[in-house]
């Protein structure tokens, strides 16, 4: 029976693909790409492709509660506005803040600023955001007068140059690492060089790889800026009629960048692979440089920006085809919490609380009582306010603070001391809703209707093609009914996100004869029908440009004072923290293929779980080496700010003197992983970003005198484990576990843990106690229902092929007999670790069929397979295999 589809967009990255959902008559949840959508057409990456499985019931908070008991919404409401209005009333609108997040619809976004802003007076309203692209807005601020970022993605395809620099594209943003792919396969003149300390799998496209020293980014820059002064490369009509501070730039950068041998020496990287870059760059016309988190996450992030734009100005590659500076952007919607002033530092419609005339702009519009007078708090200095007591109440919509900010042990020290904590989300167990005094239900992906803009500034429609869950509401309408509560009925009368959005689109353009970028006037007078038919489009929309606007600055003017771009002299700038002695080594964190944030969606996906099923440490051969660290083993990395024990993965892919960890781990997954407790909470200080990609570390063994794993169908309390990761799979959990104690009785220990007090249970066990290794399984109706494997060491048996009995009914006599030994008997596949998440394909099937089909390309693995052929995000994976298998035959 066919399934009516709706159209929506990815909740994941800043991509902002378009998708096609639909429900059958089982409820189930089937997505696929939209072809018709200008993001993605048609592609989606393995995190997109298993949304379906994100979309059920588990760990969603159903119900409004306050202390952990359920109440009704009125009087969830009429607490926290209560108690908001109260504390303002004793302490002043400056005691109270709001930390939203990139995952709110536009919609919510507004709601939620224009309270705080223009109705209690405040400032203090800041995003996740902050985070991720602080600096690459206060950057293109400071260069263009206004956060206007100039490409679309067309012009990756019709550029012949694409500089990666500080983005792992193929697994951060991957449906755009497709269309680089793609373009490249279609151009062979098409270069591109990445700019990473690491080798990531994007280097799989890489012409050029370089794997500069951490933090020295900007003296890269800075020397492309001499080098191509130097060479005459400058674009002299477009520098001296739109641009202005040359030579000051010029300067600033010679000072330390003023030749490629200095630069070489500052990077770390031969003088010839610096030069030859910036021949390249130098003779290309068409370059886009695209810049993520690699730069945005640094001590002095927004100088690192401004590097870059330096030398698309310089060159006149902006505003035109296949060019420009491109922020890859990190959330979905961090986009349009710009739009709406969701930073600290903003008012909407990319007006400034700094700018008296746009104070006075937005509180005509909103006829509001009071407008905040300065800049509110940015995220890491808000929460460090509410530890010293200045923050008396906080409203957490959306993110998980406890554990994606910087320096997390005192994040989760500020909320244990808070007041007040209020928390709408639409997931119940987070390590931030546990030190939630109010807990209000949201609506998740699905459910949610809006809009949300994506990178190249394209405006795209969630919509709804699900029932809500439990009594969850819009973030908007939770927003509205507490303002409505703290006295403001009339200015928050909204009925639906199409009137949120309206109003949003009018005030953009009140006022605005072109001095500002932001304006979707033309879109402010749709009516509900046409809100509900909106087809993707890049802003500016306005009467003059009704269809959207593709690139900006074509007409070589921008929105400072002048009209002029302006170049920033920056200098090289040292990271914040520099290795000692005592942390030797730069911890640098991101994230992985598969997983998402703090794993509160993709934690629950089975098939997004298989790739990677514990948080590891990547570190170099050599540095393995110098620390005494085994491949597999448990080490504990050290900062100033906190520790984590993670697994160690040696990896020739890690730059010497670096050690890499995921962000997505917390308590929820984890005993001890989340990476943030160890990250410095150092700023920029212009942007307010964190420096997540430069803290100083030690990393030692973790000594354990056993190791083991558990496959449950259940999720258990574990007793007895020093350190244990869980991960979901299908129809089961999967727990890594090791302890510094043995148990005195271990048959006693794990019937305890997998069977409880009931005598009368089907288990099998093996023990070995002169090894030390033990193996019990539980059977409930002759099919598996858990089973315990310890060992003296990580050398333990595969747990996929054991995975895989969970689909399984009563277990047959080869399978029983298999069990405990753990190795697939002759005849049963085991398929290995997931390679391919999309299609679910392992590694040793993989391997097999290479070897057994003479494959020779991830290409011909994918013609008989499928693996590779959906978002690709595995295919330097493939190519990977391939490689060392052909290496390991000829050795």
Excluded at 180 to 200: F, H, S
Excluded at 240 to 267: I, N, P, W, Y
Excluded at 861 to 885: F, H, R, W
């Amino acid at each position: 029976m066919a399934v009516d589809e709706v159209k929506t967009t990815c909740p994941y990255c800043g991509v902002g693909c378009g998708v096609l959902a639909g429900v059958d008559a089982q409820m189930n949840v089937s997505v696929r790409g939209d072809p018709g959508h200008p993001a993605n057409f048609g592609r989606l990456c393995s995190k997109g492709a298993a949304l379906g499985e994100t979309t059920g019931p588990e760990n969603r908070l159903l119900y409004p509660e306050l202390n952990g008991a359920r109440v009704d919404w009125g009087r969830a409401l009429d607490h926290v506005a209560g108690e908001f209005t109260r504390i303002v009333r004793e302490h002043g609108p400056d005691a109270v803040a709001f930390y939203v997040s990139g995952q709110l619809l536009t919609e919510d976004y507004y709601v939620a600023n224009k309270l705080m802003k223009g109705f209690i007076g405040s400032g203090n309203i800041d995003t996740n955001s902050r985070l991720c692209m602080s600096s690459a807005v206060a950057g293109y601020k400071r260069a263009f007068g206004a956060d206007t970022v100039p490409c679309s993605y067309e012009d990756l395809e019709r550029a012949k140059l694409i500089v990666l620099a500080g983005s792992n594209t193929a697994w951060c943003h991957p449906v755009l690492f497709q269309r680089i792919r793609k373009a490249r396969q279609d151009n062979p003149d098409l270069m591109v060089v990445v700019i990473d300390p690491r080798r990531t799998a994007t280097c799989d496209i890489a012409d050029q790889h370089l794997a500069l020293r951490p933090g020295t980014d900007t003296t890269l820059f800075n020397g492309l800026l001499c080098y191509l002064h130097e060479q005459q490369e400058d674009n002299s009509l477009f520098v001296s009629h739109c641009t202005e501070g040359l030579q000051q730039a010029l300067d600033a950068a010679r000072a330390t960048a003023g030749d490629v041998s200095a630069v070489a020496a500052r990077c770390g990287v031969a003088a010839d692979e610096v030069l030859r870059f910036y021949r390249l760059f130098a003779r290309t016309e068409r370059v886009v440089t695209v810049f993520s988190q690699g730069i945005n996450q640094s001590a002095h992030g927004t100088d690192k920006v401004n590097s870059i734009l330096n030398c698309h100005l310089l060159t006149g590659r902006i505003g035109r085809p296949g060019m420009g500076p491109f922020s890859f952007t990190g959330q979905p919607n961090a986009m349009g919490g710009r739009e709406v002033g969701g930073l600290a530092n903003q008012l909407a419609a990319h007006m400034e609380i700094a700018n008296p005339a746009h104070r006075d702009r937005v509180q005509r519009f909103w006829q509001s009582p009071v407008i905040a007078q300065r800049e509110g708090l940015k995220a890491v200095e808000l929460f460090q306010a509410m530890e010293t007591g200045r923050i008396k109440a906080v409203w957490i919509m959306a993110t998980n603070p406890a554990v994606s900010l910087p320096d997390s042990r005192r994040v989760r020290a500020a909320l244990r001391q808070c007041p007040l904590v209020v928390v709408s989300d639409c997931v119940r167990h987070t390590d931030t809703t546990h030190y939630a005094d109010v807990l209000l239900p949201a609506l998740g992906w699905g459910e949610k209707d809006g809009t949300v803009t994506n990178s190249e500034r394209r405006i795209s429609r969630q919509r709804a093609f699900l029932a809500p869950r439990g009594e969850a509401r819009p973030d908007w309408w939770i927003v509205s009914e507490v303002a409505r509560r703290m006295g403001f009925e009339a200015a928050f009368p909204y009925r639906s996100s199409a009137d949120v959005w309206r109003e949003h689109a009018a005030l953009s353009g009140f006022e605005n004869a072109g001095e500002r970028d932001f304006d979707i006037s033309g879109l402010a007078g749709i009516d509900d029908a046409a809100y509900a038919e909106l087809a993707p489009l890049q802003w500016p929309v306005t009467a003059q440009q009704p269809g959207g606007t593709q690139r900006m600055f074509a007409d070589g003017r921008f929105y400072t004072p002048s009209g002029k771009a302006r170049f920033i002299a920056v200098g090289a700038r040292l990271p914040a923290h520099a290795v000692t002695p005592e942390f030797p080594l730069v911890l640098n964190s991101g994230r992985l293929r598969d997983h998402w944030h703090t794993m509160t969606r993709t934690g629950t996906s089975p098939r997004l779980s298989g790739h990677s099923i514990e948080p590891c440490a990547e570190i170099h051969p050599d540095d393995a080496a110098r620390f005494d660290v085994s491949d597999r083993a448990l080490v504990r990395l050290t900062s100033r700010w906190g520790e984590v024990v993670v697994r160690a993965s040696i990896s020739e892919q890690q730059q010497r003197g670096s050690v890499f960890v995921p962000i997505h781990w917390s308590r929820q997954f984890s005993s001890l992983a989340s990476v943030d407790c160890l990250v410095s909470p150092a700023t920029d200080p212009v942007s307010g970003q964190p420096e997540f990609k430069h803290t100083p570390v030690r990393i030692q063994p973790c000594a354990a005198a056993w190791y083991g794993f558990i496959l449950s169908r259940r999720r258990l309390a574990l007793k007895n484990a020093g350190y244990w990761s869980c991960a979901r799979g299908r129809g089961l959990w999967r727990y890594e576990i090791a302890g510094a104690e043995v148990p005195g009785d271990w048959a006693r220990s794990a019937r305890e843990l997998l069977c409880g007090s009931d005598p009368n249970v089907n288990w099998l066990e093996y023990f070995d106690g002169a090894a030390n290794r033990y193996r019990g399984a539980r059977l409930v109706d002759g099919a598996l229902e858990s089973c315990i494997f310890i060992g003296p060491d990580a050398k333990l048996p595969s747990r996929d092929w054991l995975a895989t009995l969970f689909n399984e009914g009563a277990l047959d006599d080869a399978a029983r007999k298999s069990l405990l030994t753990g190795a697939a008997a002759a005849g049963q596949e085991d398929a290995g670790r997931t390679v391919c998440a999309c299609f679910g394909v392992g590694v040793n099937t993989i391997v097999n069929a290479v070897r057994n089909g003479d494959l020779q390309s991830a290409a011909e693995i994918g013609a008989v397979l499928k693996a590779g052929t959906n978002c690709g995000s595995c295919v330097p994976e493939l190519e990977a295999l391939i490689q060392d298998m052909r290496a390991a035959q000829s050795a």
